[in-house]
């Protein structure tokens, strides 16, 4: 995926240079679309912003991406310099963007133009069960409860496997408190997408450790639901569209899933489940990973948009606990699904970053 960020070279830097580079026509509703012109990993778009921010856009792919793969997008792109010192950067605006929220109807073109964001394939189909694995009580909501739905549909069996109930959530609720609301919020929002069987492993919020004990308990859940695909959540060190890092919780919990799911197949890695009756499971293809920066496939979910939204709003204590802002609105999720349907062909969509096991 070629995330993109932006840069406005000002009046300063106009009058070092004496020049202003010429403008590239975006595209637009009833405009013809001019091809953008890619070189040395620069697209320069044509841009006024409002007249204290006049000049020229430049949008650069995401900084160490592998030479020629520009961050996993398609256009061969070379990496341009690192960018350190981004936010003091004469007229920057925000930091890498890849969700178009709060963007001018131009900063939109740019970051939404097929030409620079690539298509996503879609999820393979060839499956009957699947098993969700997250850290925390509405993990799962805002990322793939859409997908969710729709499989569950269709006739798939998805259970849900949880780390934590996500007791150090609410900063206005006592923990012992908070892991009964949040596990009942919980398996009401699993019910709203038709999934009947929620799992907690009991480890404990905030303070998650990657390590054998997380690896076990992941690959005996493994081996008792025999799945054929495993969902989980972000797993890498930052959100899509920005530097934002990602917490521990969801690192730790992604990573040994990875390991989880070789573990479970191994009949000599953590014997003891053997004596629980639990045999190996080899039969995982797929780990999907919802809200990755490196997003490769996707799920129409146009007819379960409204369950996704329904399911995140179960978790009525949590969202109130966040306040007013836009991570408590369920109905950002109908925004964040149009952007990525507009990169699978139309409608509404839940992306993933799959991976082969």
Not at 59 to 88: I, K, M
Not at 125 to 142: C, G, I, K
Not at 156 to 181: C, F, H, N, S, W
């Amino acid at each position: 995926m070629l995330q993109l960020g932006v840069q406005f070279e000002g009046p300063a830097e106009q009058a070092r240079t004496g020049r202003s580079r010429a403008p590239l026509q975006r595209r637009g509703r009833g405009r013809p679309r001019d091809p953008f012109v890619l070189g040395q990993a620069e697209i320069v778009v044509a841009g006024q912003i409002d007249p204290a921010r006049r000049g020229t856009r430049r949008a650069l792919s995401r900084p160490g991406a592998e030479p020629g793969v520009a961050a996993g997008g398609r256009l061969g792109l070379e990496p341009v310099e690192d960018l350190v010192g981004w936010q003091s950067w004469t007229g920057c605006v925000h930091s890498w963007q890849s969700r178009t929220t709060g963007m001018t109807g131009e900063e939109r073109g740019v970051a939404e133009a097929g030409e620079l964001t690539g298509r996503f394939e879609a999820m393979p189909e060839d499956w009957q069960r699947a098993l969700a694995v997250v850290a925390h009580p509405d993990d799962l909501e805002y990322g793939g409860s859409g997908a969710v739905a729709r499989w569950t549909r269709e006739g798939k069996q998805v259970v849900y496997t949880l780390a934590t109930r996500g007791e150090a959530g609410i900063d206005g609720m006592a923990p012992e408190e908070a892991a009964v609301v949040r596990e009942r919020e919980q398996i009401e929002a699993a019910r709203v997408v038709g999934v009947d069987t929620v799992e907690f492993l009991d480890h404990a919020d905030g303070v998650i450790e990657y390590g054998l004990p997380l690896r076990r308990d992941i690959a005996a859940a493994i081996r008792r639901h025999r799945p054929e695909l495993v969902l989980m959540t972000n797993h890498r060190e930052t959100w899509p569209g920005g530097p934002w890092l990602n917490m521990a919780d969801h690192r730790n919990v992604g990573l040994a899933t990875l390991d989880a799911v070789r573990d479970a197949a191994n009949r000599w890695v953590f014997r003891d489940l053997l004596d629980e009756g639990l045999e190996p499971w080899g039969g995982v293809r797929w780990v999907a990973v919802s809200a990755s920066p490196q997003a490769t496939h996707a799920v129409d979910i146009t007819d379960t948009i409204d369950l996704a939204m329904d399911s995140l709003r179960a978790h009525r204590a949590y969202l109130e606990g966040l306040g007013d802002g836009p991570m408590s609105d369920p109905s950002f999720l109908r925004e964040f699904a149009a952007q990525t349907g507009a990169r699978f062909g139309g409608g509404l969509a839940c992306d993933f970053e799959l991976i082969p096991m």
